[in-house]
């Protein structure tokens, strides 16, 4: 079971990485994507922020590739490949997804979201750095844009809320889960990614929203904080 789901890993972490290929680019919502057009939403990092997928496609290759070979049969490794698989399966189309339907890009993305964080809380002690980080990376951006996509989707739709309300509720929404996941995981890849999501929100926003922009510093010194009491030597200790 574990060699079939090394392979499996390998398959859908390759499926996932080349579909940007081939797909549409998605850069956010279109406006005729939602009825209350999005423009730039406050919620959305800046474009900059994005570039990390550039470092998790790779890292997410070589864990695939290292698992194969020399961890295909670890049941440390199995136990958290399953949620793995399901979130990089489900990433797969997310970009096609995303440039058809809003509403099923966001409920899409919190299945991504939630998995990777699974999988993370069940990441092998042992090489860390070939699963426990790269996986860490992926679960921390999906836990903030899984909320971005939440924020621009109800906002579009006129739920209870505009875009800047929409702004403050996902990132609380996104500081919440963090809180959760670091407490519980003690990742500090996945904390200082977090903070790299809300700088690129810091930055898009700046003085145009500034109580955006302030929630989104105060969640950046939260989750600093955190990072460094969770870690081993701090004063937290993961469950």
Same mark, same amino acid.
Request: glycine letters at 10%.
């Given at each position: 079971?574990?060699?079939?789901?090394?392979?499996?890993?390998?398959?859908?972490?390759?499926?996932?990485?080349?579909?940007?290929?081939?797909?549409?680019?998605?850069?956010?919502?279109?406006?005729?994507?939602?009825?209350?057009?999005?423009?730039?939403?406050?919620?959305?990092?800046?474009?900059?922020?994005?570039?990390?997928?550039?470092?998790?496609?790779?890292?997410?290759?070589?864990?695939?590739?290292?698992?194969?070979?020399?961890?295909?049969?670890?049941?440390?490794?199995?136990?958290?490949?399953?949620?793995?698989?399901?979130?990089?399966?489900?990433?797969?189309?997310?970009?096609?997804?995303?440039?058809?339907?809003?509403? &099923? @890009?966001?409920?899409? %993305?919190?299945?991504?979201?939630? #998995? $990777?964080? /699974?999988?993370? *809380?069940?990441?092998?002690?042992?090489?860390?750095?070939?699963?426990?980080?790269?996986?860490?990376?992926?679960?921390?951006?999906?836990?903030?844009?899984?909320?971005?996509?939440?924020?621009?989707?109800?906002?579009?739709?006129?739920?209870?809320?505009?875009?800047?309300?929409?702004?403050?509720?996902?990132?609380?929404?996104?500081?919440?889960?963090?809180?959760?996941?670091?407490?519980?995981?003690?990742?500090?890849?996945?904390?200082?990614?977090?903070? &790299? @999501?809300?700088?690129? %929100?810091?930055?898009?926003?700046? #003085? $145009?929203? /500034?109580?955006? *922009?302030?929630?989104?510093?105060?969640?950046?010194?939260?989750?600093?904080?955190?990072?460094?009491?969770?870690?081993?030597?701090?004063?937290?200790?993961?469950?």
């Amino acid at each position: 079971m574990t060699r079939f789901l090394s392979i499996a890993s390998l398959i859908v972490t390759a499926t996932f990485v080349m579909s940007p290929l081939l797909t549409d680019p998605f850069s956010g919502f279109r406006p005729d994507q939602l009825p209350i057009p999005q423009i730039q939403p406050p919620v959305q990092p800046a474009g900059y922020a994005f570039a990390i997928w550039g470092l998790i496609y790779g890292w997410l290759v070589v864990s695939a590739v290292f698992g194969i070979w020399r961890r295909a049969d670890d049941a440390g490794w199995d136990n958290a490949r399953l949620p793995l698989i399901i979130s990089l399966g489900v990433g797969t189309p997310w970009l096609a997804i995303a440039n058809d339907s809003a509403i &099923w @890009a966001t409920v899409t %993305i919190f299945i991504m979201a939630l #998995t $990777a964080v /699974i999988a993370l *809380t069940r990441a092998p002690k042992s090489d860390k750095w070939l699963f426990a980080v790269p996986v860490a990376i992926y679960a921390g951006w999906l836990s903030v844009a899984a909320f971005v996509s939440l924020g621009t989707t109800a906002a579009g739709y006129g739920v209870l809320t505009d875009q800047v309300g929409w702004a403050y509720l996902g990132i609380l929404g996104a500081l919440g889960l963090a809180t959760v996941v670091l407490l519980r995981t003690g990742a500090p890849a996945y904390g200082l990614t977090v903070v &790299w @999501a809300l700088i690129g %929100i810091v930055l898009a926003n700046q #003085t $145009a929203f /500034i109580g955006v *922009t302030l929630l989104a510093t105060a969640g950046i010194v939260i989750v600093l904080t955190l990072v460094v009491l969770t870690r081993p030597s701090g004063r937290l200790t993961p469950s």
